[in-house]
């Protein structure tokens, strides 16, 4: 009888440890990776935010995202983006910024135009032709991506 119940106790704590190990696993996958995913997605806009402004140019906010923007199929992408005010025209904006590797466009609205529903917008209001977004798509590690790939808003 002794040993019975010798090998209940065992089942139920493997049977515990398993349930927590089981419980680790979705916590770690319903709030871990997606806390990575923004974090990939903040390193970029902060990049942004760091490069130099061209004369006559003031930054008026900026915003990233982490998620399925554009395109079909699955996979997670990784957006950075500033709203700039400008005197200069959008050719020698683009000019400046060539050489960091960002896009610029003009930004007549505070929903960034391509963008799926789940991509970014900005918060500021008023626009007109002196309103640039400059953006930039970032990576993840390549060992980690099929890992960050798992965050359903990557689907």
Request: charged share 25%.
């Amino acid at each position: 009888m002794a040993l019975r119940d010798q090998q209940k106790d065992k089942l139920r704590r493997w049977i515990r440890v398993t349930m927590v190990f089981i419980a680790i696993l979705l916590l770690f996958f319903s709030v871990g990776v997606p806390i990575i995913n923004n974090a990939i997605a903040l390193k970029v806009e902060n990049q942004l935010k760091k490069l130099p402004l061209p004369p006559d140019t003031e930054l008026v906010e900026s915003t990233s995202v982490a998620a399925k923007i554009v395109g079909n199929g699955n996979g997670m992408q990784y957006f950075g983006a500033i709203l700039i005010k400008s005197d200069l025209h959008l050719n020698e904006l683009q000019t400046h910024y060539e050489e960091y590797d960002c896009d610029v466009q003009i930004q007549l609205s505070p929903k960034i135009g391509w963008a799926n529903s789940r991509g970014p917008s900005f918060r500021h209001e008023d626009y007109d032709d002196t309103y640039f977004i400059v953006y930039r798509w970032g990576d993840a590690p390549d060992w980690l991506q099929a890992l960050l790939d798992t965050d359903l808003r990557g689907h």
